[in-house]
């Protein structure tokens, strides 16, 4: 009897302890993990924006096979919804939405397991030099009695590892999908340019770079001689495009003023000012034609005419960039 005694009062003491140790640890815990991947933030965005992809490269998606999913809301964005069930320890019963979206910067979701208080969390997309930096993070409360079991059991260590598996498979995952120009038009007031170009003709779209190095060339020998300053990136009007063996462009650099006097086929002339749209494209120049067809659909769908000729203006020098999906190219149109 004694004994039985004293093992209730040991019971009793520890329970005490574990409570009072409770007490005294964070109800909080805040985890974190980041990697880079070499693709823009769009692709990132958009395999995560969409919890229908998940099984492609999530970790957490792949531990049973036998889960059984289903999905609610729209299938993108706020108020898209995974709910799953499973009998595997390390999953079990659960659901996913998201709750808040900054396109191609912010995914915030809330997570509820069955028995649990929801928990916050989320993911981070920074563009840098050649990719991205993704992030998962979440942002737990915990109840007091699982605060030193969590503890014991190393959970933010265990948290750490699955982050980083599902982070390594999103990686992977968007690394091999072919990579595609990211373009995005918006509405743009031009101002009136001084301008100098020169109209010239090539038979074959392969010769267009090497021809418009020549006409730059030219012009900035001009500039030179007249004392004049570039006064913005270069560019070039393409007036018409005869089944992609004829192109009638006209390649020209902005100048800080209207020289005194002209030579040779160098023209000196004042842009209008005026509404347009704007294509920009960041990828090689060889594939801006879906910059074209993006830019046409946009002012159809938004009951835009198009004005004149196209424009290329070359934002970036290709020279100054290692990756070709960094280089900036606006593609506008003049509207009415």
């Not at 996913?96 to 979701?109: A, D, F, G, R």
């Not at 969590?150 to 072919?178: I, Q, Y």
């Not at 063996?245 to 842009?271: C, H, L, Q, Y």
Request: charged share 25%; proline share 4%.
């Amino acid at each position: 009897m004694k004994f039985l005694k004293k093992i209730l009062i040991g019971l009793v003491i520890f329970i005490a302890l574990y409570f009072i140790v409770a007490l005294f640890l964070p109800g909080n815990m805040y985890i974190e993990r980041s990697t880079f991947i070499a693709t823009n933030s769009s692709k990132a965005f958009t395999e995560v924006n969409n919890f229908k992809t998940w099984k492609n490269w999530s970790y957490w998606d792949n531990i049973d096979s036998a889960i059984q999913s289903s999905y609610e809301g729209p299938e993108t964005g706020v108020g898209s919804k995974h709910i799953w069930k499973s009998t595997h320890k390390n999953v079990g019963n659960g659901s996913m939405i998201i709750t808040s979206v900054q396109e191609n910067k912010l995914i915030e979701t809330e997570l509820q397991m069955e028995d649990w208080t929801p928990n916050k969390g989320g993911w981070k997309f920074a563009d840098s030099a050649n990719g991205t930096n993704v992030s998962i993070f979440i942002n737990m409360d915990i109840m007091l009695p699982f605060r030193p079991l969590m503890l014991v059991m190393g959970f933010d260590k265990m948290m750490n590892e699955d982050f980083d598996k599902t982070l390594a498979g999103l990686k992977k995952h968007c690394e091999s999908m072919p990579r595609k120009p990211e373009i995005r038009v918006e509405e743009r007031n031009v101002t009136a340019m001084q301008v100098l170009t020169i109209r010239d003709t090539v038979t074959n779209m392969s010769e267009i770079g090497a021809r418009l190095g020549e006409l730059y060339g030219e012009i900035g020998a001009f500039i030179g001689k007249e004392n004049l300053q570039m006064a913005g990136p270069v560019f070039c009007i393409y007036h018409t495009v005869e089944d992609g063996k004829m192109f009638d462009m006209e390649a020209g650099i902005i100048v800080n003023k209207k020289p005194a006097k002209t030579e040779g086929r160098i023209k000196s002339w004042e842009t209008k000012p005026g509404a347009a749209i704007v294509a920009l494209h960041y990828g090689p120049y060889e594939e801006t034609m879906e910059a074209y067809a993006l830019l046409q659909k946009w002012a159809a769908d938004n009951g835009k005419k198009l004005s004149g000729p196209s424009w290329d203006v070359y934002i970036t020098d290709p020279a100054t960039v290692k990756n070709p999906y960094e280089i900036l190219t606006e593609v506008w149109n003049y509207v009415e």
